[in-house]
């Protein structure tokens, strides 16, 4: 968006503008071989810190196919609203776009709006969706045959940190804390079942409400439970820090770990003293990571000299991932279409990312099982790896 | 470790937040009985000093003796705007339009702070001392403990300063009555305004306390909600029930939560909220001159 | 230039249009509704429909705060469950859409007498409070209770028609609008009855209502009913045009979303209660489109966009209050009021 030229702008805006008038959009003219990525991206709103590291991965790794001819010669065109994280809005903004342009492509911003639009991606047929939204329920190619999802959903984050737990320590006790929200209460019923199957005991389980600020009674009940390994689920920060903080004060020797959107190094130093030690589970490498050869991660370095959050890899693997499961659609001299697209997507076998992902990936249903334990070195102010690459077999 | 020591730990965490709802529900009824307005907007203007504190100690680099100061100023300016700005041309008209217009505020004062500071949680920098206390055996939060010893200090001071102040004594006046008030020389547009400013700046001081305790966010207003029930539950216009509500409140939200689960605080303080409503409008300790039929 | 209007009997005094040109305008405005569909795209005719639904709850709230003076934080909570009850009977019991969203209703309507019990102790704020009390409660229900699917909320198929799915906006807009408009309609209605005047007696002065033979319980608990039965319908048509209902889909802000809907159009007017959803409805559109037309030249516009919106919408609860309590409906009677005068008064 940001390199339109004023030209663009201005007719765009008088044909929108007579659009507003006539209460018609006209179908945007575009070149008929423009394959189109469409984006509900919550730049706004709660989950804005997160959608603007999207919004810019997506662009950027667009820019990277684009400049090298496009996917098999197709240019990909990325066209994204903001929708405030508000399921209406994301569904106006799909609708909007959608309107306007041939979508093939779509990024959608959370779970309830992967939920309601999901009949009308079946309806259309057209599309094969990704987004921000790791919910485990997702994560059934029976129910959601047009969805994916750019790395493990968040039963299977949960599953990765068992596997860790139950290696470093057999029988270890554990506690869940999650928000009382559709994301914090996605992986906790599963998780609890596995946990039980690799012999670790689950002695607590925290709710807390969503925007919660005070936490200590909740720490008290961390305390009283004495757990091993505490797995927060279902924030971005607040309250975790806190949590930590009373916990450590009060002697609690548990070890603290999150999932993927607790796990930005940015964040994560923003926890102050709380953060040495923390640790969670993350599917990609980090922007700073240099120890795997991972010659994407250099692209993105010589693009972004600075840091890049792990919202902007998400993005950026989404729309590889999209684009790849494109060219082999178009490849197989096959249609644009979303089952031949999915189709396409479940082709991807022991694929490597350019380094993004640290082991090559296959997707034989809707996510990609694979991620790495990472802790936070207080020194480096930095999210270190403290396991090999885990990858839970289907 | 027995049973009766956690019971204590959870009551003391209890008083703790409660204290907190206690100031702001302090703040909630002085603009109450002096202007008879229910201001929704106090959980803003909570969030508006705790930014303000973010802004002056994280951004400008002052110690926290001095940003503290800056917050309590900023909110008092804050409402002192409002106050002339809003609340007075709503003069007279009917208080659910002036409610309204504290709503309305609130949304604007909730965008303002996400557009200079943007939406992402934020924590503010430690400024509380973190050696943990122990009352006995019990363990408290260290920000816990100096959040409730400074509420205490703050509500102590205005139940004092109400009774033997003469502004104390000119607001209760007001409060009272109006005309009568204005007629014996009170400056009743005066009072007015330094409920208003004063109410803004103990609540922007309140959020500095719960802001080093959670974080600050743009969504922190909904503190205000739990302040909401605090006060009604008290009586709007009674500063007693305000600290007694709160803590009360405070510690029926521990209990809740630790029995019950996080999800159920709401639900247990509304309930209580309904009940009150039904049997007692007008609070525990508010005047009986609530409208009802 | 109209120089009065003249009446000749009652039916005419009582009539919902009173003059030939407001006929021809009404005519025109349904013909521009069944006509828009075909013209317009999908988003616009999502819009529209999003448009209607909102005008259908903001009536009804309308109907207990404009006209009955009980103010209500609860609109949205209310809408939460007539479409919980439309998508359960729609995936449990199959029923035809017509019947589900009237089951929706009248399930609300009881609701919303239970709720409105309160009104009897209290009233003004304390109700207000209540009703917030309530959506809490309500919220809670819907978030726990297995048949709601707990926090995940439901999913349910679209709409049936003669075997034929309801599920895009050109079919929905079908089903959409002419419930809205019969809605709106029959709320117009409502105020030429005894039932809607005593409403009106009762927010005028509860008092002198009572003196003149007004059963305060029946009305006020009558208001509550009649309005959350709106909701109900609303929150069911809303079921259907999303199809998925969480109870994160009708958080408070909703609630205030109605009231200030009202507010900027204008309490007691059924004109205003259509003209504030459709306003409040479309000021974010608008947002969004003066951000697109900025980005080029501002390149974060779009992530000023919300705290923006929420200012705007802070903004206009403030300022029509202050500025033009009556609201848009006010500014529409002037602005009608100016032609008629014209050219004697300029």
């Given at each position: 968006m940001r390199d339109w030229t004023r030209r663009h702008v201005l007719s765009a805006g008088a044909a929108m503008g007579a659009g507003l008038a006539l209460g018609i959009r006209p179908l945007a003219a575009q070149g008929a071989d423009e394959i189109v990525l469409g984006g509900s991206i919550p730049l706004t709103g709660v989950f804005a810190f997160a959608g603007i590291g999207i919004h810019a991965g997506i662009q950027d790794y667009l820019k990277i196919v684009n400049d090298a001819g496009g996917v098999e010669g197709r240019k990909v065109k990325y066209v994204a609203?903001?929708?405030?994280?508000?399921?209406?809005?994301?569904?106006?903004?799909?609708?909007?776009?959608?309107?306007?342009?041939?979508?093939?492509?779509?990024?959608?911003?959370?779970?309830?709006?992967?939920?309601?639009?999901?009949?009308?991606?079946?309806?259309?047929?057209?599309?094969?969706?990704?987004?921000?939204?790791?919910?485990?329920?997702?994560?059934?190619?029976?129910?959601?045959?047009?969805?994916?999802?750019?790395?493990?959903?968040?039963?299977?984050?949960?599953?990765?940190?068992?596997?860790?737990?139950?290696?470093?320590?057999?029988?270890?006790?554990?506690?869940?804390?999650?928000?009382?929200?559709?994301?914090?209460?996605?992986?906790i019923g599963p998780s609890e079942a596995l946990a039980k199957t690799l012999g670790l005991e689950v002695v607590e389980k925290i709710v807390t409400p969503p925007g919660s600020v005070d936490v200590s009674t909740e720490v008290l009940k961390l305390r009283r439970a004495r757990p091993d390994f505490t797995i927060f689920h279902g924030y971005v920060l607040a309250p975790i820090p806190e949590f930590i903080t009373q916990a450590k004060q009060m002697g609690l020797a548990s070890r603290f770990m999150g999932t993927f959107w607790s796990m930005d190094n940015s964040t994560v130093e923003r926890m102050g003293e709380a953060a040495d030690g923390f640790m969670g589970v993350m599917p990609y490498r980090y922007y700073y990571d240099t120890?795997?050869?991972?010659?994407?991660?250099?692209?993105?370095?010589?693009?972004?000299?600075?840091?890049?959050?792990?919202?902007?890899?998400?993005?950026?693997?989404?729309?590889?991932?999209?684009?790849?499961?494109?060219?082999?659609?178009?490849?197989?001299?096959?249609?644009?279409?979303?089952?031949?697209?999915?189709?396409?997507?479940?082709?991807?076998?022991?694929?490597?990312?350019?380094?993004?992902?640290?082991?090559?990936?296959?997707?034989?249903?809707?996510?990609?099982?694979?991620?790495?334990?990472?802790?936070?070195?207080?020194?480096?102010?930095?999210?270190?790896?403290?396991?090999?690459?885990?990858?839970?077999?289907? | 470790m027995t049973d009766w020591l956690f019971l204590t730990e959870v009551f003391l965490a209890g008083l703790g937040s409660g204290a907190l709802y206690a100031v702001t529900g302090v703040a909630f009824v002085l603009i109450y009985k002096a202007t008879r307005v229910v201001n929704l907007a106090i959980g803003e203007i909570l969030m508006l000093g705790g930014y303000a504190f973010f802004g002056a100690a994280a951004g400008w680099h002052l110690p926290a003796w001095v940003a503290l100061p800056v917050a309590i100023l900023a909110g008092a300016l804050v409402g002192a705007v409002v106050e002339r700005g809003l609340i007075r041309p709503m003069l007279g008209e009917s208080p659910i339009s002036v409610f309204m217009v504290t709503i309305g505020l609130g949304s604007i004062l909730a965008g303002f702070v996400q557009i200079v500071w943007g939406a992402d949680p934020l924590r503010l920098p430690e400024f509380l001392p973190s050696a943990p206390i122990f009352i006995g055996e019990a363990y408290v939060a260290p920000k816990v403990a100096y959040g409730f010893l400074a509420a205490m200090v703050v509500v102590t001071a205005f139940v004092l300063g109400l009774r033997f102040s003469r502004g104390g004594v000119a607001l209760k006046a007001t409060a009272a009555d109006q005309a009568a008030a204005y007629s014996v020389g009170i400056d009743v547009p005066r009072v007015f305004s330094l409920s208003w400013i004063v109410a803004c700046g103990v609540a922007a001081g309140a959020g500095v306390l719960v802001g080093a305790i959670g974080g600050i966010s743009p969504t922190m207003g909904v503190f205000g909600l739990s302040v909401l029930v605090v006060v009604i539950v008290g009586g709007l216009d009674s500063m007693a029930g305000a600290l007694v509500g709160g803590l009360f409140i405070g510690v029926v939200e521990a209990f809740a939560g630790t029995f019950l689960g996080g999800e159920y605080r709401f639900l247990v303080t509304f309930s209580i909220l309904i009940l009150i409503l039904m049997v007692r409008p007008y609070g525990l300790f508010g005047t009986h001159e609530i409208e009802r039929l | 230039m109209r120089i009065g209007t003249l009446k000749t009997d009652y039916a005419a005094d009582e009539a919902l249009f009173d003059t030939r040109l407001q006929k021809l305008l009404i005519l025109l405005a349904c013909a521009a509704a069944v006509l828009f569909p075909f013209v317009a795209s999908p988003y616009w005719l999502f819009l529209a429909c999003l448009c209607a639904i909102n005008v259908a709850s903001a009536t009804g709230l309308n109907i207990l705060t404009g006209y009955t003076g009980l103010v209500s934080l609860g609109q949205a909570a209310f809408m939460s469950v007539g479409a919980y009850t439309v998508a359960v009977l729609e995936i449990h019991a199959g029923t035809p859409f017509l019947l589900n969203l009237l089951v929706g209703g009248l399930l609300t309507a009881l609701v919303g007498i239970g709720v409105g019990i309160p009104s009897l102790r209290v009233k003004g704020l304390y109700l207000a409070i209540a009703t917030i009390a309530a959506s809490v409660v309500l919220h809670f229900v819907f978030a726990h209770w297995p048949l709601t699917g707990g926090m995940q909320g439901l999913s349910m198929p679209p709409a049936r028609l003669f075997g034929l799915a309801l599920d895009q906006p050109f079919q929905l807009y079908w089903l959409i609008l002419p419930v809205t408009a019969l809605m709106v309609l029959g709320a117009a209605n409502l105020f030429r009855t005894r039932v809607g005047r005593a409403f009106i007696a009762i927010r005028d002065r509860d008092i002198s209502a009572e003196v003149l033979g007004i059963p305060l319980l029946r009305y006020k608990l009558m208001s509550f009913a009649v309005s959350s039965f709106y909701a109900g319908l609303a929150g069911g048509l809303w079921a259907y045009f999303f199809r998925v209902v969480t109870p994160e889909s009708f958080p408070l802000v909703n609630s205030i979303f109605y009231l200030a809907a009202i507010i900027v159009g204008g309490m007691g007017t059924i004109l205003g209660g259509i003209l504030g959803a459709v306003f409040m409805t479309m000021v974010p559109e608008l947002l969004k489109f003066v951000a697109g037309l900025v980005t080029p030249f501002y390149p974060d516009a779009l992530a000023l966009l919300a705290p923006v919106r929420t200012i705007v919408f802070g903004a206009l609860i403030v300022g029509f209050l202050i500025f033009e309590p009556h609201g848009l409906a006010e500014i529409w009677r002037r602005i009608r009021r100016f032609f008629h005068l014209w050219p004697f008064r300029t």
């Open positions: 609203e903001d929708t405030g994280y508000k399921v209406d809005a994301s569904v106006a903004a799909f609708n909007k776009i959608t309107s306007q342009e041939k979508v093939s492509l779509y990024y959608g911003d959370s779970t309830g709006f992967s939920k309601t639009i999901n009949p009308e991606l079946e309806r259309r047929g057209s599309i094969l969706m990704a987004g921000a939204s790791f919910a485990s329920e997702l994560n059934d190619p029976k129910k959601y045959p047009l969805q994916f999802m750019a790395g493990p959903d968040y039963s299977e984050m949960f599953g990765i940190l068992l596997r860790y737990i139950a290696n470093e320590k057999a029988g270890a006790k554990l506690a869940f804390v999650y928000s009382d929200t559709e994301f914090g209460r996605d992986p120890e795997g050869e991972s010659p994407m991660l250099e692209k993105i370095r010589q693009m972004r000299p600075e840091y890049q959050s792990t919202a902007y890899l998400q993005g950026f693997v989404t729309a590889l991932l999209m684009c790849e499961a494109a060219k082999r659609t178009l490849a197989a001299g096959k249609e644009l279409t979303g089952a031949n697209l999915k189709a396409g997507l479940n082709s991807i076998k022991d694929f490597d990312t350019g380094g993004l992902f640290g082991v090559p990936i296959s997707i034989p249903g809707n996510s990609v099982p694979v991620g790495r334990i990472y802790a936070f070195d207080g020194k480096a102010k930095q999210m270190k790896p403290a396991s090999d690459w885990i990858r839970l077999e289907a | - | -």
